[in-house]
């Protein structure tokens, strides 16, 4: 079953808006990753953030986690046209070792100059 | 800092076809892991190696199959090519651990036709 869902599928704005897109998840996990995909490209690793921590800071990216309500979001402040790209999340299903991670549906985030 | 590195960036085959994609991981990085991802999806995981041993399997079909070699490059073997097989796959490399964050190579992008 799918781990990650994230909402909005899809969320357009303009420069310099903030952008929030969300990320719930059904099972315990040990982190949540997020990743930035532009089209058809590779997966770039933005943040990760510990299920014993409730929000991360890395530059224009905040995230925040609320593992009672299974749930992430993640911040863009003063977005920019190149932050134009899909956003997932990515849970870390461990069971017996594995750190395989199980991707939410992404959401493409366009923001317009 | 180096990447994980894939190769190749782009595949054409025909169909029952075979393929072979490769990926290098980071520099002391001991686990490995691949996704496929189609069009419009989010990436699926298929198998992880750790220390050369098969840590953990997804949805592969058993056309497939995959390796870690001594060096820790990972080689994903598809036999059979069918349609369905066009996708990007990626590979992800980690120190593992629970709390480690996976890096994902450039993905090769796999036509079948």
């Known amino acids: 079953s799918q781990q990650g869902e994230e909402d909005p599928q899809a969320l357009s704005i303009q420069e310099g808006e903030n952008a929030t897109m969300n990320c719930s998840y059904k099972?315990?996990?040990?982190?949540l990753q997020w990743y930035r995909q532009n089209s058809g490209r590779g997966l770039v690793h933005l943040i990760l953030?510990?299920?014993?921590?409730r929000e991360k800071h890395s530059g224009r990216l905040r995230v925040t986690l609320d593992t009672s309500k299974k749930s992430s979001s993640l911040l863009i402040t003063a977005s920019r046209a190149a932050d134009t790209a899909s956003y997932f999340c990515?849970?870390?299903?461990?069971?017996?070792?594995?750190?395989?991670?199980?991707f939410g549906k992404g959401t493409k985030l366009t923001v317009n100059p | 800092a180096a990447g994980v590195i894939q190769s190749p960036r782009h595949l054409i085959k025909e169909k029952r076809e075979t393929a072979t994609l490769k990926c290098y991981p980071i520099?002391?990085?001991?686990?490995v892991y691949w996704y496929q991802q189609g069009p419009g999806q989010d990436p699926q995981f298929l198998i992880s190696?750790?220390?050369?041993?098969?840590?953990d399997k997804g949805s592969i079909p058993d056309r497939f199959s995959a390796q870690q070699f001594s060096d820790y490059h990972s080689e994903l073997n598809m036999s059979s090519l069918e349609l369905g097989d066009s996708a990007l796959y990626f590979c992800?490399?980690?120190?593992?651990?629970?709390?480690?964050?996976?890096?994902f190579g450039p993905g090769t992008r796999l036509t079948v036709l």
């Open positions: 520099p002391r990085h001991d686990t």
């Open positions: 990515a849970t870390d299903a461990s069971q017996g070792g594995s750190e395989k991670l199980v």
């Open positions: 099972t315990s996990i040990n982190n």
């Open positions: 953030i510990r299920s014993n921590e």
């Open positions: 190696f750790y220390e050369k041993m098969q840590s």
């Open positions: 992800a490399s980690s120190t593992g651990g629970a709390y480690n964050e996976q890096f």
